[in-house]
């Protein structure tokens, strides 16, 4: 067995293998770029060697670098991870070259499956199904063309270096193919410097089917069943489950079978993925489901065929790269239950997933599911690298109840102030269509608006929001029928600078304190926002408390009266000039159908009113302006002795 790995990757999967590793005895070895000197990956590994920038390309991509990590730090052998350097052939040469051992099947094999055109045809002649369309050489857009026509619409224009979900255009009107190609041409060419491509029919009511396959040195094939990564957002997983809901046995069988074929074909040696299309219009079926790729490595949604199956790929990879046999023969394998993944993003779904960066001052995932995540509370999200951070997986005898399991977890996400999918990932793991796995790849994009939209908080989240958050300004009338103050008991009336977390989970408050003993050095000791955090659905409510307001505007002590969340205001009790005395109702708004009476902070008069009954007003307008009485200081000099 191996006795020490240098880890080529960052984030999750760094962390995942690191993880399988320490329990073999193995030791450990990271590498990392500037932007992650203090990465989760990092802190993990029993050592770790710098090797460059932040960018990819001068760090994680740079093969040389890592080779000289590895023989400086003494490591025997190199896992790729996924992404980056681990379909690179010519690195898997290399590590061989400088005497050592690539956890990952030979450069041969790799480069077998490299090329999507290559790729399919070795797959024809191996006498797996393949997705209709033209492989040639010849790349005229007049011969594309032409053989688009052939094909049928719609086609798929694809790079044949493609990767990730990119260099990939559906064409549905032949007058649209010449721009197509022309921009996917452009596309290929700049993502993958080769701008090849082949023309594939568009499967219709299309499933992606997958199936987890494995080889050894002595020369067994096994598969450990298949994974359903149907829910996608431009051709890229979101969420995947094993096994494929409405696979029947005959089918699971020769889809599975192809994909043993497929690894023969290729000789293949450790983990590998052999990618299908179906066309669900009649349920599954092996005649009507054509191989697309093979990915030659551990995938991201390998969690799941682990659930199922009881097994670890990754000691798997190990066991194989050392020479070992295959752990298990097929007979062996067998599935057990559902599980599915979904993959948590730094993104922000409301601004069309648009990456979000910066510190995760709160990152709490659930406890009671498997999380493999890429950071903690305190860690920065960078801009150099791909966005996920953890793969939330639950694994239950049923699939509902595995729906329901995943659901309710990401109901304990709470991550602020980085944006994340998770609401996202919530509304499409509850969706009818998910629920009854009537989804097709089109799903999410046909129904962006409801599953992507913004949310409002609950009337729980609200009452625990803006309404502790008028307590704390002491101007509003304020009941809590969720009990919060007595649950919260680190916290102090007018305390400085403190900020109050709660999680709302079906009505139930847990409210926790962000600056308790945190355990690990790379934790910031203080949260430097004065406001209250509601957690919902995977969502989080910031309602800011007058400290924080005083420090954008003018502080409420001015006699500012602001609208401390958007509503209506409904009754107005006083007019411009007249004297009002502490603590006097001044306006009735009504929030999340709700009344919420707004008084006045010290004696005063009124001198400037602009709300109106029955107008909306948005949260932070000035409503009211109180001029103090002249003896207001001295009042509350004596009220705070
Ligand atoms: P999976 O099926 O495991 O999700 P993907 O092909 O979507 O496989 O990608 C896995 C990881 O590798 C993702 O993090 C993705 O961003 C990255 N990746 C995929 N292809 C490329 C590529 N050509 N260049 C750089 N990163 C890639
Ligand atoms: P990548 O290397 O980017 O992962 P794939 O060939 O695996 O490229 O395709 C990515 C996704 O695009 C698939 O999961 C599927 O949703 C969609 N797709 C690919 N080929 C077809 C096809 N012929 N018909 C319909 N959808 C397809
Ligand atoms: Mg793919």
Known sequence: MIQSLLIANRGEIACRVIRTARRLGIRTIAVYSDADTTALHVREADEAVHIGPSPAAESYLDGQRIIRAAKDSGAQAIHPGYGFLSENADFAEAVKAAGLIWVGPDAKSIRAMGLKDAAKKLMQDAGVPTTPGYLGKDQSPDTLKAKADEIGYPVLIKAVAGGGGKGMRRVDDPSDFADMLASCKREASASFSDDRVLIEKYILTPRHIEVQIFGDAQGNVVHLFERDCTLQRRHQK????APAPGMSNEAREAICAAAVRAAQAVDYVGAGTVEFIADASQGLSADRTWFMEMNTRLQVEHPVTEAITGQDLVEWQLRVASGEPLPCTQDDLSIHGYAIEARLYAEDPVTGFLPSTGPLRVFSLPDDIRCDSAVMAGDEVTPFYDPMIAKLIVHEETRAAAIDTLAEAIDDVAIWPVKTNAAFLRNCLLSDEFRDATVT?????????????AAEPSEAAWWIGAGARAHIDGTAEYRDPYDVWSQWSGFRLNAPSRSLTAVVHKGEVRVFDLVQSPPDPFLPREIDSDGILVFENGNAFLFETPHALARTGASASDGEIKAPMPGKVIAVDIAQGDSVANGQKLLTLEAMKMEHTLTAPFDGTVSELSAEAGSQVKEG?????????????AAADAKDG
């Not at 979101?238 to 489950?241: Q, S």
């Not at 307008?621 to 200081?633: F, G, M, N, V, Y």
């Open 621 to 633: 307008t000035l409503l009211i302006r109180i001029e103090p009485a002249k003896s207001t200081d």
């Open 238 to 241: 979101v969420i995947e489950e």
């Open 441 to 453: 790849t089109g799903y999410i994009g046909d129904h962006l608006e409801t599953l992507a939209g």
